[in-house]
């Protein structure tokens, strides 16, 4: 799911319900695959392998002589919330893998996924077959919508994706060391969250300028009162969100408080 080919039957949900089988006892594989996809159901699609895959690339399973066991404390998988933390904070695990290199590609489109009007549409998987280099598929995009969603990326509407980074920088913000109430630098704050974020940083190349889908995340945020954004106009130290007129913050920013 997260290495070559992407799955749609290997949805959150169903990693989710693995980890959740596995919580608090080893399972021999026969028995959890008997668990998850019931025999006696009669389903002719079979998930069950793609979803055991999916969860140790994401390093939350481990398989040793037929037996899956959780390979992380319990309580990373306690809520969804709980698993999306992790994920975030362990991205560095699949980001040589085909959905970090699509994410990428996506979030960096800005406005012009609005041309489209399903992920998979055919023009939309031909640009990321061409812009990063190896084939792509609709299948591929179908399934990455399921967990560019979960993990925050953007919001579904129908078959689209929409830009913004607003939970995903909620997970980024609970797994960094920034501290409440102080007053960091913009350059200070990209910093910090980059490690977890440069699935939406990597179109920067030093230019200052934030994509549409983070911008849209770091607004929502100051909207809530999770973090203030704000320009000092004695601040050398500027970079520019994507513009958004009818927001307070159009444009530029140099300094970043988290609040809560």
């Known amino acids: 799911m997260f290495e070559d080919r992407m799955k749609t039957s ?7 319900a ?3 089988a596995v919580k608090s006892r080893s399972m021999q594989e026969s028995d959890l695959r008997e668990l998850l996809e019931p025999s006696d159901l009669g389903g002719a699609t079979k998930y069950f392998g793609t979803v055991r895959d999916a969860a140790r690339q994401l390093g939350l399973i481990s398989v040793k002589e037929g037996e899956i066991s959780l ?3 319990s309580k990373q998988v306690a809520s969804y919330d709980a698993l999306r933390e992790y994920i975030v904070s362990n991205i560095a695990a699949i980001t040589d893998g085909l959905f970090f290199e699509v994410s990428k590609v996506y979030l960096s489109m800005n406005e012009q996924v609005f041309k489209y009007k399903a992920v998979s549409e055919a023009s ?11 084939p792509v598929f609709e299948d591929d995009m179908r399934a990455w919508r399921f967990w560019a969603s979960y993990l925050g990326l953007g919001n579904l509407h129908d078959m689209i994706l929409l830009p913004n980074m607003h939970q995903y920088l909620r997970s980024v913000l609970a797994v960094t060391k920034l501290k409440k109430g102080e007053e960091y630098t913009f350059t200070d704050f990209i910093l910090a969250i980059k490690p977890y974020a440069e699935i939406g940083l990597s179109d920067i190349d030093g230019n200052k300028k934030i994509n549409m889908a983070m911008s849209n995340g770091l607004r929502a945020l100051h909207d809530e009162g999770v973090i ?7 601040s050398g130290d500027m970079w520019f969100l994507y513009e958004a007129e009818l927001h307070t913050i159009k444009s530029t920013v140099t300094h970043v408080t988290v609040r809560r």
């Open 71 to 73: 390979a992380v404390e």
């Open 18 to 20: 693995l980890c959740q």
């Open 124 to 134: 939309l998987v031909e640009h990321m077959s061409k812009t990063i280099g190896v």
């Open 10 to 16: 290997a949805i959150p949900e169903r990693v989710y």
């Open 228 to 234: 203030q954004l704000s320009h000092k106009l004695d």
